[in-house]
């Protein structure tokens, strides 16, 4: 009789938040970046995707499937194909080489995730996706891979999702080769190295984004010259400082190099012909609110940062929360949909 029995795993993976921005793919077929970039993988308690991954011979002609928040989503994507076929083949490698497992790389494989924040506004929705849909499907065909081998997978389904495949701070070293066989994340430091670190998520809108960041990024690739001297000597400077910074568990370099990185990235943005705008008035209030933080307090208390949408984070120590939340609160409070997570404590556990 056909074995129908139903193989399952279960996993989560954080969302993480650049400090040293991802912007520019070298292959981006590969997902090879035109830089380093290094990013602080947030609480899972506030911010995550779950996802479990089944097959069972018993789906036996039905083709894969993926259910994101309750809705049918393809999986006929590049990205994700890419993801599938890497993870059979490994699974199908342990199984080549002993025969008593049970044959799963075969099989038709039901992914069903959901996130506890907006899809696509800007919140790094597909690095902790992809990141989980890896994990799982890892989890579910017993791989022995090392989380920095992990990552090069997630990488190939969305770039910063290989930086979600661990938490603490994580950098994801660019690589030189063709092949991307070195383009992989690392962890620079254990949440637990620098335990008074916070971030606040100000979700500005939950809408969806208006240009994506795979096109957006090309667009600037293509067309900014500052984008070049960017790659060339600010990201490098960057991700120096803040190695240091972070190891040094000083704050206010860890929060200038966050700050002037997020702007260096918006500038490339606004130097994209066509140009891009990600940022809005409620974003440039939230810069504006962090500067009167800083300047009343007379010492560096946070730190602002920005992706591919309006949405601001706000990194600060433990010691500072109810100067930075109190804050935000009274010059923000009408301005924005709501807090994500309040406080969205410390860094996550690694994943
Ligand atoms: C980052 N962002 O480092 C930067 C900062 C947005 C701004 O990584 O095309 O969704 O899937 O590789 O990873 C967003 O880009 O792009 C991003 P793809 P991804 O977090």
């Known amino acids: 009789m056909a074995d129908t029995k139903v193989y399952r795993a279960t996993t989560t993976a954080p969302v993480n938040i650049a400090v040293v921005k991802y912007w520019g793919k070298r292959d981006p077929k590969l997902n090879l970046p035109t830089n380093s970039s290094l990013s602080v993988t947030l609480a899972q308690s506030d ?80 690095a902790a996706g992809f990141a989980a849909l890896v994990r799982a499907i890892a989890d579910l065909y017993e791989l022995p891979d090392t989380p920095s081998q992990l990552s090069l997978i997630a990488r190939q389904g969305s770039g910063s999702a290989c930086r979600s495949v661990f938490g603490g701070y994580v950098a994801w070293r660019m690589g030189e080769k063709e092949d991307g066989s070195d383009s992989l994340a690392e962890q620079v430091a254990p949440a637990s190295a620098w335990p008074e670190m916070r971030a606040v998520v100000l979700v500005v809108s939950a809408a969806k984004k208006g240009v994506s960041s795979t096109s957006g990024m090309q667009q600037t690739v293509a067309t900014s010259g500052l984008f070049q001297e960017r790659i060339r000597t600010v990201v490098p ?81 433990e010691k500072d929360a109810d100067v930075v939340l109190g804050t935000f609160s009274n010059i923000l409070g009408a301005g924005v949909d709501g807090w994500k997570g309040g406080v969205a404590p410390g860094t996550a556990q690694a994943a």
């Open 237 to 317: 400077d960057n991700m120096a400082k803040m190695e240091k910074a972070i190891a040094a568990q000083d704050f206010a370099a860890f929060a200038e190099v966050t700050m002037r990185d997020s702007n260096s990235f918006h500038a490339t943005c606004a130097d994209t012909y066509p140009p891009i705008f990600y940022m809005n008035d409620v974003s440039r209030a939230a810069v504006r609110a962090v500067e009167s933080i800083n300047a009343k307090a007379g010492r560096t208390v946070a730190a602002y940062t920005f992706d591919a949408g309006p949405n601001a984070v706000v990194y600060y120590l």
């Open 47 to 126: 911010l995550r995707t779950l996802t479990t991954a089944t097959c069972s011979a018993a789906y036996a002609g039905q083709g894969d499937s993926l259910l994101l928040n309750g809705e049918a989503s393809d999986v006929s994507g590049a990205r994700t194909q890419a993801c599938f076929r890497a993870l059979r083949e490994r699974r199908a490698a342990l199984e080549a080489a002993d025969s008593s497992l049970p044959k799963l790389a075969s099989l038709p494989l039901r992914i069903v995730t959901e996130n506890n924040f907006p899809t696509a506004a800007g919140l790094a929705s597909s």
